[in-house]
């Protein structure tokens, strides 16, 4: 819990919070370091304990990734884009083996060119944690204050410690409801991107 004074609380251990150049830093941790500040709702934190490599990613529940300016358009008739905002559930099925997944990114189609690993959300994407069901598979889940726009084509990025790639190509129905489906998906990031320009 970061709160508005400068007063965090995580667990038992309480503190002071501050950001500089990026990043978040908590007077009261020894181990975790400063966290990378990735995405509007985001904070990772990276750093080795006991010869391994550890990735601990904070998202914000109470935040929407719709801000006011979305919700202004979409409440006003003729003024935005047609649609509803909700939520996704996506199972993600590759051909081959994967693993090592921590988290996911569905961006608009029109900005996923443009987006790179731990780069800002672009304006109407989404961001949280991904997890492995099986060897070939992947599923995850936007939040109730994490929704897209109904009606709309959206490129799905899953992303490890060091890198982030496209998988999927979503196209979103024009639903009023909670939205669930099954998509093929492959580490070709370059095929993605081929099938999202056809």
Known sequence: MLNP???YQYSSTRGRWSVRDGKLLLS???LWGPGEIVGRDTIR???????WRHVVTWIC??????GPKDAGAAATPGSGPTGSHVGVSLMLEFGTAIGGVSG?????????RSY?????????????????????????ATSRNNTLMSGKRYVVFLAWP?????VAILDLPPVSSDY????PATLDGARVFTQLGQ
């Open 61 to 66: 529940q109470g935040c929407g990734a719709a």
């Open 116 to 140: 790179t690993h731990n780069a800002p959300l672009p304006e109407g994407a989404v961001q949280g944690l991904a997890w492995e069901t099986s060897r070939t598979a992947v599923a995850l």
């Open 45 to 51: 934190f990276e750093y080795d304990y006991r010869g």
């Open 28 to 30: 009261r941790s020894t």
């Open 5 to 7: 004074d400068g007063s």
């Open 180 to 183: 669930s489906t099954t998509l």
């Open 162 to 166: 060091r890198e982030t790639i496209p």
């Open 104 to 112: 996911f990114t569905i961006v608009p189609a029109e900005s996923a």
